[in-house]
């Protein structure tokens, strides 16, 4: 009786896509848009993959965008910026810290003379703090991920609705961690998770306007921040996915773009998990 070899387990191969190699198709021609965290954290700087903020901005610019990148470090939003101009496109930087109200004031007034104006706007940002489970959750870790991850959102919207133009998109990245429990944060996993109901209100409000807001909610990605994020919980490089490996920085932004472009001019209020299935079939 002949034995069954075990079956190898499948591992999505890399498209063009997804390692930032496809050809533009200016999708975004024209377009004005911010992106909020469009630098990257370096942790090993001669092997760091693109991270989400850096490959929106890099991809916006290649579809024919003109990108504001906005970062606490200003340094790394400028090194997005280098890149974008290295293959002949339009970007600035500025420097944001938006746990500070009067940055984001500022933020939104430097985009708005820079740009001639807004109409996309992503904002890419996010801390987890703190030790594992409730019992290593304190109070001061509670307010600073809620201060960086939900008020700060909330304050740009605030600051930015008013004056963006007529039919524009707004994305939240947020993660599926705010659909299930997963990264043993609880402010993380809780600030995720209303980050969807700050987007329903100012996908309403925008709505007047024809402005629509949506989340991209990415899985287990391959950046330096999801890097790091292992080093602290080594479990995390080992959770399993359907697709066999995690996704990388320019998957992620091809659902931004998608959320950016007219493609999805009448999608409006939703999330998108980017997860190789994990929310729905795990």
């Given amino acids: 009786m002949s034995e069954t070899a075990p079956q190898e387990k499948y591992v999505r191969p890399l498209s063009a896509e997804s390692t930032g190699q496809a050809p533009g198709r200016n999708r975004l021609k024209g377009r004005k848009i911010l992106v909020v965290g469009g630098g990257q954290r370096i942790v090993d700087a001669t092997t760091d993959p693109v991270g989400n903020g850096r490959a929106m901005s890099l991809l916006f610019a290649h579809e024919g965008a003109n990108v504001?990148?906005?970062?606490?470090n200003l340094e790394s939003a400028a090194e997005t910026v280098n890149i974008i101009e290295s293959e002949g496109g339009k970007a600035f930087a500025i420097r944001a810290d938006i746990s500070n109200p009067g940055d984001i004031s500022e933020m939104i007034t430097v985009a708005i003379e820079k740009l001639g104006g807004i109409d996309g706007l992503v904002l890419n940002v996010g801390v987890g703090v703190g030790a594992l489970g409730l019992e290593g959750a304190n109070a001061d870790d509670w307010d600073k991920a809620l201060a960086i991850n939900l008020r700060g959102p909330m304050l740009i919207c605030k600051e930015a609705l008013p004056k963006l133009a007529e039919g524009s998109s707004i994305i939240f990245i947020s993660s599926?961690?705010?659909?299930?429990?997963?990264?043993?944060?609880?402010?993380?996993?809780a600030s995720k998770a209303a980050l969807g109901g700050l987007m329903r209100h100012v996908a309403l409000e925008g709505s007047r306007r024809g402005i629509r807001a949506n989340i991209v909610a990415p899985g287990l990605v391959d950046t330096p921040?999801?890097?790091?994020?292992?080093?602290?919980?080594p479990s995390r490089g080992r959770s399993p996915t359907p697709f066999g490996r995690q996704a990388t920085g320019w998957e992620i932004a091809y659902a931004a773009l998608f959320f950016m472009s007219d493609e999805s001019v009448y999608v409006n209020a939703q999330i998108l998990a980017v997860d190789s299935g994990i929310t729905g079939i795990s």
Wanted: aromatic content about 4%; overall charge positive.
């Fill in 225 to 233: 921040l999801g890097r790091l994020a292992t080093q602290g919980r």
């Fill in 68 to 72: 504001a990148v906005a970062d606490m």
């Fill in 176 to 189: 599926i961690a705010g659909l299930v429990a997963g990264s043993r944060l609880p402010s993380y996993d």
